[in-house]
């Protein structure tokens, strides 16, 4: 049997598969159909646009899709709502199932070779393609760690391969006893991978070239290889060593990695296990690269939201939380903070009120007014999806919430002018020397590239570089939610004038310098900034 796999990219909130990141759920489907003994042919979305939909030559499609928590993208777009029909109308006689976090939505499909799989889709894989019952169930965790060994290979077949970012599951399910309102974790039962597997996985996808890791594929990292056995208000107690063997064997199964990152974080399971949790943060930070991020769900900083939601921590708790991964991972290494948190707030929940967005400001100043630092601060529209607790709330006033929605926009404003750009200079002064960028977008006469890791930052350069150019770069400001930089080593004599404008203090004298023959040392020396830069500066007298 020949089976079409499409990867449609995924954003949920354990797993991001949008490229330059790849999901466990494509890998898991090759694995499947490798074990199966069927013939793979794999093309992502964005290949498929390009090839109008069509998969010729197969018995049948697989495409893995689903955005329960959709964002902004630079690497590529997830399939659009009406590209299933697309899809469905190019190939009317193939049938096609469609499967990974869509299975928690209700898509009224009218197409019918279209088949939503409610199950684990590799699991159904397997099934197809074996000549076994495709029942879609549940998959265990035996059969997971056969699918996600057999199917390393795929990340070679990635348009942007070797330049890839692969997420590894650790576990599934939230190993809390009560869940958030909005999140599908609580839909499942709770289970850890041991780390001999999952190391097995990550030298399976060394081998086949992959160098950037990133633990995700989970709800509380903090939380893996819990015995589930001493509980304080719903959270189990971590256990530091599996952490420590996790990263001990994820370290000697790739060597030469180049990215080793995480994602989620519970900030509650640090609250209530401060000790054990402190000694985890200094296990990450011992063991990652540097520009880890731990991503904080705290979703409101407003008591009323908080309790109407079950949320995990309060804003004190969220806190200490913060305090204690800046104690840990906050120290330098190549100029970047070695391990951070992050914190997310979600917009929509019940019980939300203008009071509400000011509590969410106000926590949000004083972590920055007391010193700390957060690597990124993400503010997301709740989704309702189906089977969650806040799909079965009522629904808000439509007019008052057209009112809030006003007043969110207003303080979403304050915090990106208040605490995102302080926050970003703080992370990232000037002079900061950013490693192996890569040229992602265009905007006009702008460059837009990132290092490959967990949230990573976006720079803006002042230069029209090739799509996908590696390069060094050095900050020398921000704007909006992102930098502004340089590429490193600087050549100032060679410097178009939109670039010596992005030199702090040198916007007005940028045209005279340029009409001169560029800027000299001299020329550069007096600036505020230029102890910062020098090292990145060269000029005509200088290799």
Request: proline share 8%; hydrophobic share 40%.
């Amino acid at each position: 049997m020949r089976l079409f796999l499409v990867d449609g990219f995924v954003d949920e909130p354990t797993c991001l598969g949008v490229p330059p990141s790849i999901a466990t759920y494509p890998r898991y489907i090759a694995g499947a159909a490798k074990l199966a003994g069927a013939e793979l042919e794999f093309r992502t979305i964005e290949e498929m646009r390009l090839r109008e939909y069509r998969a010729d030559g197969c018995d049948a499609m697989i495409l893995v899709s689903g955005n329960p928590v959709p964002g902004k993208y630079l690497g590529g777009i997830p399939i659009r709502p009406d590209e299933f029909d697309l899809l469905a109308r190019a190939n009317r006689k193939l049938p096609i199932y469609v499967g990974g976090p869509i299975r928690f939505e209700n898509l009224p499909f009218s197409s019918p070779n279209l088949h939503i799989v409610r199950g684990d889709i590799e699991r159904f894989a397997f099934g197809l393609l074996s000549g076994h019952e495709a029942d879609g169930n549940c998959r265990t965790i035996e059969e997971l760690n056969a699918y996600a060994e057999a199917g390393a290979s795929l990340v070679t077949r990635y348009p942007r391969f070797p330049d890839v970012i692969v997420e590894i599951e650790t576990g599934r399910g939230c190993p809390r006893r009560e869940h958030c309102s909005f999140c599908i974790e609580g839909n499942y039962e709770t289970d850890f991978r041991s780390p001999e597997a999952v190391a097995r996985e990550v030298a399976a996808l060394y081998a086949a070239g992959v160098r950037h890791f990133r633990l995700g594929k989970q709800a509380d990292l903090f939380a893996y290889g819990s015995r589930l056995e001493t509980w304080v208000e719903g959270f189990p107690k971590p256990e530091p060593e599996a952490l420590r063997k996790l990263y001990a064997l994820v370290r000697e199964a790739a060597p030469d990695l180049s990215t080793l990152h995480l994602d989620n974080v519970n900030p509650g399971t640090i609250a209530r296990f401060p000790e054990e949790s402190r000694e985890i943060a200094r296990i990450v930070a011992d063991a990652d690269t540097p520009g880890d991020v731990a991503a904080f769900g705290m979703e409101s900083a407003d008591p009323e939201v908080m309790r109407r939601n079950s949320l995990k921590a309060s804003a004190e708790q969220v806190k200490l939380a913060v305090e204690i991964v800046n104690a840990e991972g906050s120290f330098r290494v190549d100029g970047v903070p070695k391990f951070l948190p992050g914190i997310n707030l979600v917009r929509g929940l019940p019980g939300e009120t203008r009071e509400t967005f000011r509590l969410n400001h106000l926590f949000l100043k004083d972590v920055l007014d007391s010193g700390l630092m957060l690597r990124r601060i993400n503010i997301r529209q709740v989704r309702r999806a189906p089977g969650t607790p806040l799909s079965a709330m009522a629904d808000f006033d439509a007019r008052e919430e057209k009112k809030l929605d006003a007043v969110f926009r207003r303080f979403r404003e304050l915090i990106r002018d208040e605490v995102d750009e302080p926050m970003l200079r703080k992370v990232f002064p000037e002079g900061t020397l950013l490693r192996n960028l890569i040229v992602e977008s265009r905007r006009g006469d702008w460059s837009i590239a990132r290092p490959i890791g967990t949230y990573p930052v976006a720079v803006n350069l002042p230069r029209v570089y090739p799509l996908f150019t590696r390069l060094d770069a050095f900050v020398t400001g921000c704007r909006e939610r992102s930098l502004v930089g340089l590429e490193a080593p600087f050549h100032a004599r060679r410097a178009s004038l939109a670039e010596l404008r992005a030199l702090p203090g040198l916007d007005r004298r940028a045209g005279e310098l340029i009409a001169r023959g560029g800027a000299t040392e001299s020329d550069l020396a007096t600036l505020p900034v230029y102890p910062k830069i020098a090292p990145h500066l060269r000029f005509d007298d200088r290799p």
